[in-house]
């Protein structure tokens, strides 16, 4: 089975500097999708970034990026000049495109991101 | 297009009495998936519906729990003679059909038994 490791339950940053969030995975698939989700005080999910395995050049959206090590099985976003309304928790996540029925998909633990004034 | 929609936000349930959440997924979407929150955790699988057919309830309790994805109407997160242990947020997230296909959240239902 899947899993996917958030090791830094906490997190954070000043203002306008950029932040790294890790994330680990374990699969055995070769085709898969990796994605990170942010939950703001609402608990709303709302997608960040998006990366399918297949695809060597790493996700970009605005001020998020990320760095996908494939071998490595790590997925960590980075967010560039960082806003307030950037506080909020995140979640990394994976899915398997392939299985048909196995559209789950599998969350981290959760980093709890703050940003300094 | 309206996002994905769930009632009631906000559910408060006593011991042993039931509680239906309920989902509308984003238009043209026809595959739902249920998740739950427990408190300071990750979101956990529950279930995947497609229109009539369960296709996997891997992450749903054995007992006290069904889901429903009617042909007409909402999706439907049922659970039976509810226990404090039930307490937590419910998210239904959707995707229109293709395994690559993203899946979008709900607000969430905030479930709480006293």
């Known amino acids: 089975a899947q899993t996917v490791t958030q090791s830094q339950p906490e997190m954070s940053v000043q203002e306008a500097e950029t932040v790294t969030l890790s994330c680990t995975y374990d699969t055995s698939e070769s085709d898969y999708y990796l994605f990170w989700y942010k939950q703001p005080p609402s608990r709303q999910m709302i997608l960040v970034i998006r990366q399918e395995a297949y695809k060597q050049q790493n996700a970009t959206e605005n001020r998020f990026s990320v760095n996908f090590q494939k071998a490595a099985k790590s997925f960590s976003l980075k967010i560039s000049d960082s806003q307030l309304g950037d506080a909020a928790m995140y979640f990394c996540?994976?899915?398997?495109?392939?299985?048909?029925?196995?559209?789950?998909?599998?969350f981290g633990q959760g980093t709890r991101l703050t940003i300094n004034p | 297009n309206a996002g994905v929609m769930q009632n009631p936000r906000h559910l408060v349930r006593r011991r042993g009495q039931e509680a239906r959440l309920r989902c509308s997924p984003m238009?043209?979407?026809?595959?739902v998936y249920w998740y739950r929150q427990l408190p300071e955790e990750g979101l956990k699988f529950m279930v995947y519906l497609q229109k009539e057919n369960i296709i996997d309830e891997s992450g749903m309790p054995k007992e006290r729990f069904s889901a429903e994805f009617p042909k007409e109407g909402p999706s439907i997160l049922r659970i039976q003679q509810v226990v404090r242990g039930d307490s937590a947020a419910y998210f239904c997230?959707?995707?229109?059909?293709?395994?690559?296909?993203?899946?979008?959240f709900g607000p969430g239902t905030r479930l709480l038994v006293l």
């Open positions: 997230a959707s995707s229109p059909p293709g395994n690559r296909a993203t899946q979008y």
């Open positions: 238009k043209g979407h026809s595959h």
């Open positions: 996540a994976y899915r398997s495109p392939l299985i048909q029925g196995a559209q789950k998909l599998v």
